[in-house]
């Protein structure tokens, strides 16, 4: 059974940057981040695969965000800067087998984490 945990979140100072980790109990191949803000729909913002490519970002946190995957560790990280109060939001990890390509859409993941929740207030 996949199991995923987050770790990191809670309050947070518009301006400042934003550190969640992920980690699975057995290795899958392709990793990312998803966030619900209250009222809207979820966002893949960020997500990767081992050993492919490019990872994708979503354009809202594009040129603010970075992810890494950490394959030893069955891990992945997420930096996001200069946060925004648009950034709060519950934040979940979210992992997939190899499916060709790295996962965008909510619907791409199969396994996910139980969520943490970000408050960015100025």
């Known amino acids: 059974q996949v199991q995923i945990m987050e770790f990191g979140g809670g309050p947070v100072q518009a301006g400042g940057s934003l550190n969640l980790s992920c980690t699975s109990n057995v290795f899958i191949m392709c990793m990312g981040w998803v966030r619900q803000a209250p009222g809207a729909e979820r966002e893949v913002i960020a997500s990767?695969?081992?050993?492919?490519?490019?990872?994708h970002y979503s354009d809202s946190v594009k040129g603010r965000a970075t992810i890494s995957l950490d394959k030893p560790r069955n891990s992945v990280y997420l930096q996001l800067t200069n946060l925004m109060s648009e950034d709060t939001a519950m934040y979940s990890c979210?992992?997939?087998?190899?499916?060709?390509?790295?996962?965008?859409?909510?619907?791409?993941?199969?396994?996910w984490g139980q969520g943490t929740q970000v408050t960015v207030s100025s």
């Open positions: 979210a992992a997939v087998g190899w499916m060709g390509g790295v996962p965008i859409t909510p619907s791409d993941f199969r396994y």
């Open positions: 990767a695969c081992v050993k492919f490519g490019d990872a």
